[in-house]
Every structure is written in structure tokens, then in C-alpha cells.
């Protein structure tokens, strides 16, 4: 129980100091109907921070199944999701949008950054049932 809650200590003051223009996928072992299960639950959270349909969400290439599925919750739920190119204008860009999913033992952890704010949950599989590990993480404003 104590090395737990260590990990997760970590796992969320990293998730403080993550940075990154890019996004990544490094649990491998998470099933696509566990990724799901993460990506529904993070649209869920997002939603209130930020209205559907009233938010402009810029992402670049989602290539995993994790991004692909997170895009299109995103849309499914009403924002607006602008993939960027390079040849996108600066003034149709909206939130940028990045995400990590990664592991560390048993314990997973997804962070989503919007513009420069951050969510960060971290997730646990106990017999087979994958479940939050902890509550969300908010860095940043409530609103851009």
C-alpha cells in the first residue's frame, strides 16, 4: 500500500512538470477497450473545463489508437478538432491539444495538455478490471 501511493505521488508530480509538444503512448499492455475506457473518461473531464461546441481544440497527427480514439470522442461530443498541417494559418488554430499515456509497474497514467493547462489521472488494473487510481490533476487555469 505504501510503495502505491509512492508511485502515485510521482506519477502526479511529473505529470506537473510534463512539457511536451508531442504525444505519446507508451502502455503497451493497456487493451483497446482500456484505452477506450481512459479516453472516455478523460472527454468526460475535459467537458468540464471546457464547453463542446464552444471550444476550438487543435491536435496534430493522432497516429495510435489511443489518439485516434481520443479525436474522435472529442468530435463525438461536440468540439471543434482542427488537425493541423504544416500549411494550417496561425488564426485557425485553437487549443492545442497533446497527451502522454504511460505505465510504471502497475499503475498507468494519462495527462492531457490543453493550450498550457494540464489533467492527469493515473489508472490501475486489480483482477483484470482497469480502474482510476487516484482523482484528476488540474495545472492551470480553469479556462484559456
Known amino acids: 500500500m505504501n ?6 505521488i510521482v506519477f502526479l508530480i511529473a505529470g506537473c512538470a ?15 477497450v482500456e484505452q477506450q475506457q481512459i479516453v472516455s473518461d478523460t472527454v468526460r473531464k475535459l467537458t468540464e473545463f471546457y464547453l463542446p461546441a464552444k471550444t476550438r481544440l487543435s491536435v496534430q497527427a493522432f497516429e495510435d489508437t489511443f ?3 481520443l479525436l474522435h470522442n472529442l468530435r463525438e ?6 488537425e493541423q498541417t504544416q500549411n494550417t494559418p496561425n488564426d485557425s488554430i485553437g ?6 499515456l504511460d505505465q510504471a509497474g502497475d499503475l498507468y497514467r494519462v495527462t492531457v495538455m490543453i ?3 494540464s489533467l492527469s489521472r493515473p489508472y490501475s488494473e ?3 478490471v482497469l480502474t482510476a487510481a487516484g482523482c484528476w490533476v488540474h495545472k492551470g487555469n480553469k479556462h484559456e
Do not use: H
Not at 3 to 8: E, N
Not at 77 to 82: D, R
Open 3 to 8: 510503495r502505491s501511493f509512492l508511485v502515485v
Open 18 to 32: 510534463v512539457k511536451t509538444e508531442q504525444n505519446f503512448n507508451l502502455a503497451p499492455k493497456l487493451t483497446q
Open 67 to 69: 489518439g485516434i480514439s
Open 77 to 82: 461530443q461536440g468540439y471543434e478538432v482542427q
Open 95 to 100: 487549443l492545442q491539444v497533446r497527451y502522454i
Open 115 to 117: 493550450g498550457s493547462n
Open 126 to 128: 486489480q483482477n483484470g
